[in-house]
Structure formats: structure tokens, C-alpha cells
């Protein structure tokens, strides 16, 4: 009996104790629960209720239920938006994400000489502030004296308008992504450092040179650190606002119409909460659509020889 006293009183104390630690830790991460709720959880239901309304911040939110989605995809500087927002994915992505990717495995190449101040030379533009960044390409992409055309001239090609022209507008901003992609590079290259040197002796013994060796060994072994880099460059293209907001303001003729610039106008500009609001559940969806389906390409976690 006494026995059985004492241990259901160690299990008291025991339990006790949990207790206490449990509160302590809980009282830890109070500050961050309620700054969750505040500043995260209750906007985010608040944007969805207010995509059901007719608002205009000064005045009280009318409930209008799904005409704001309905509306959006009868707004053609919307579908503009959207139409300019996929080819920057569709284009932008990839190509800034092959020539990073090229970039890294040459830069890993320990045969070649200077790699070690090539990389300094890819990373120094992540560190040139934004708005900073913007004026240097608006310089550079001028028609008649950007160092772009200057060059084009001396090779006797004709340089286009760039920035003034609805059709090389985007390509003028792929540029600029590919020329901010030193963080992708150096993420890249930290991946490579992961892959066993004994993989490229044993292919080389085989016969393999450099590029096999990347397209057959580098390349799949670091397909979830390209996953990585593209997730996060997809979602920096649905967020890009400073840039076009700087460079064109959306044009020309809504050529660099963005996704979250056109958000930005109707919500501070137009001050149309509500329409802005359902824009931006839209984006949230399709961001989540396109992820899943990149997860499910690259088939994440699972890495493949070729």
C-alpha cells in the first residue's frame, strides 16, 4: 500500500512538473501567438471577407458576395496583368533559372582559374538596393545612350526600345532578373558542395567529361535546391511591385502591368479594398496550384542518377 502511495505521488509530481513547463513555454511563444493573430491570422481573414464586399476603406464594407471575382476576369487591364505576370514565369523563370544554374556548375568547376572573385562578381549585385538597382537599368536600357544599345551599335545591330517598347519591355526585365540571381547562384553552389567527389571520379574513370558530369550527376542530385530556387522565384514574380512600379509604372500600354502592381492600384490608388482583396485570394490560389504541381514534377525528396 504504501508502495502504490508512492508512486501515484511521483506520478503527481511528475505531472505537475510537465505542467509547469508546458505554461512556461507556452508563456515563451505568447508574444509570437498573439502577434500571429494580430498581425497575420486576422488580416488574412479579414482580406477574404472584405473580397466579398464593395469597400472603399472610408466608408463601411457592403457585402456583394462573388462580384468582385466575377468582375476581375472581366477586366481587361486584370487579364493583361495575369497575361504579363505567366510570361514572366513562363520565360523569366526558366532562363534565369538555366543561367544560374550553368553559372554554378562553372563556377564549381575546380579546374578553372578565378572562380573564387567570379563568385564575388555574381553576388555584388543582390547587395545594390532596389530602387538603386532600378535607375542603374533605366540608364542602361535607354534607346539612344544605354550601354545596351551602345554595344548593339558597335556590332552594328539595331537595339530595340527596350523599356519604351511594348514588346521588349519584359525582356528588359528578364535581364534584370538574370543579373540579380547571385543569391539562386550562391544557394546553388552550396548545393554542389553536398555532391560526393567519388561520383565524379567514377564517372570520369568511365570516360565522362564535364558537361556529362553535370547533366548526369550535379543536375539530378540537386533537384530539390532547384526546387527551392524556383518556388521562391515564382512567388518574388507574383510579389514583383518596386521594380515595374519604378521603371515603367505598368507600361508601356500595360506591357509591365504586373500582378501585384495592378493589386497596389486598385487598393491605394483606386481605393478599391474589395477588388484588391479578391485579387489577391486569386493570387494566392494559383501560387498554391502552381507550387503543388512543381512539387509533384520534381517529385521533391527523391533524387535520381541519370
Known amino acids: 500500500m504504501t508502495g502504490l502511495k508512492e ?86 523563370v526558366p532562363v534565369t533559372t538555366f543561367t544560374a544554374v ?40 535607354q534607346p539612344d545612350s544605354g550601354i545596351v544599345n551602345t554595344v548593339l551599335g558597335y556590332l552594328h545591330i539595331p537595339g530595340p526600345g527596350w523599356l519604351s517598347s511594348p514588346t521588349w519591355a519584359k525582356p528588359a526585365f528578364i535581364l534584370m532578373m538574370i543579373w540579380t540571381c547571385g543569391n539562386a547562384i550562391i544557394i546553388y553552389l552550396a548545393g554542389l558542395q553536398d555532391v560526393p567527389e567519388s561520383l565524379y571520379d567514377a564517372a570520369a574513370i568511365d570516360g565522362a567529361g564535364f558537361w556529362k558530369q553535370s547533366l548526369h550527376i550535379s543536375v539530378p542530385l540537386i533537384r530539390p535546391t532547384i526546387l527551392y530556387n524556383v518556388t521562391t522565384l515564382i512567388i518574388g514574380v507574383f510579389q514583383w511591385f518596386a521594380e515595374p512600379y519604378i521603371m515603367t509604372e505598368g507600361g508601356p500600354s500595360n506591357a509591365t502591368m504586373f500582378y501585384s502592381l495592378y493589386l497596389y492600384q486598385n487598393a491605394f490608388s483606386f481605393f478599391k479594398m474589395g477588388y484588391a482583396s479578391a485579387q489577391a485570394w486569386i493570387m494566392l490560389l494559383v501560387a498554391m496550384v502552381i507550387i503543388l504541381v512543381l512539387f509533384k514534377v520534381f517529385k521533391f525528396n527523391e533524387t535520381e542518377i541519370g
Open 7 to 92: 508512486k501515484l505521488f511521483g506520478e503527481y509530481i511528475h505531472s505537475t512538473q510537465r505542467k509547469k513547463e508546458a505554461l512556461h513555454g507556452l508563456l515563451f511563444v505568447l508574444p509570437w501567438i498573439i502577434g500571429f493573430l494580430v498581425f497575420t491570422l486576422y488580416p488574412i481573414i479579414s482580406s477574404f471577407y472584405y473580397s466579398l464586399c464593395n469597400y472603399n476603406v472610408i466608408g463601411k464594407p457592403t457585402f456583394i458576395g462573388f462580384n468582385n471575382y466575377v468582375n476581375l476576369f472581366k477586366d481587361k487591364t486584370f487579364i493583361k496583368a495575369c497575361q504579363n505576370t505567366v510570361y514572366m514565369i513562363g520565360i523569366g
Open 102 to 141: 550553368l553559372v554554378s556548375l562553372l563556377l564549381n568547376n575546380k579546374k578553372l582559374r578565378g572562380t573564387d572573385w567570379m563568385r564575388v562578381v555574381f553576388f555584388i549585385p543582390t547587395l545594390v538596393p532596389t530602387v538603386v538597382a532600378c535607375l542603374l537599368w533605366i540608364w542602361v536600357m
